[in-house]
């Protein structure tokens, strides 16, 4: 078997698999949460987020772009239930 670096070594858990274990460990205690950790979630995408996507597709909104800087995603997605 190779031999890791001491640097590879050292490398911790990944946050994420921390905090899925976590809330794994709620959802198995019956806590009414809902899982928005890594792999897919435990519910429907909502309407109005499908068919804002549907629409924005169709617009030609196709490309990447830069979320931190467009204030009105920011605060619709927050606002938004």
Known sequence: MTALSKRTSE?????AFT???E???????GAGI???CICQPDFDTPEHI???AIKAIKGGKT?????VTCWHFRTSTSSSS
């Open 11 to 15: 490398l911790g858990k990944e946050n």
């Open 19 to 21: 905090v899925l274990a």
């Open 23 to 29: 809330v794994n460990e709620r959802l198995r205690e």
């Open 34 to 36: 809902k899982n928005f």
């Open 50 to 52: 499908k068919e804002a």
């Open 63 to 67: 490309g990447y772009w830069l979320h």
